[in-house]
């Protein structure tokens, strides 16, 4: 999957844009055995649980507040909900 930018606002120093969580899946040998791995990244190296995309999707808003230097990320669903 592909991370693609839809839309960028900013608001008193905030930067929000839409992200696509994308899956990595990894391989590591140990003592001759091969154990396989995966977890999900955002763009800026943000790496999400697996269980918070099984339960929102792989569509996340990502606020980066440059004046605190805090970065939010919220689920899509989530938002448009509330």
Not at 35 to 40: A, I, R
Request: glycine share 6%.
């Amino acid at each position: 999957m592909a991370c693609v930018n839809t839309y960028s606002v900013s608001v008193m120093s905030i930067m929000r844009r839409t992200a696509t969580a994308r899956k990595v899946i990894g391989k590591k040998v140990v003592k001759g055995k091969v154990y396989t791995y995966e977890y999900f990244t955002l763009p800026l190296n943000l790496y999400l649980p697996k269980n918070m995309v099984e339960k929102w999707g792989t569509e996340f808003i990502v606020e980066r507040d440059e004046e605190r230097g805090v970065i939010t990320i919220k689920a899509k669903k989530a938002f448009e909900g509330a």
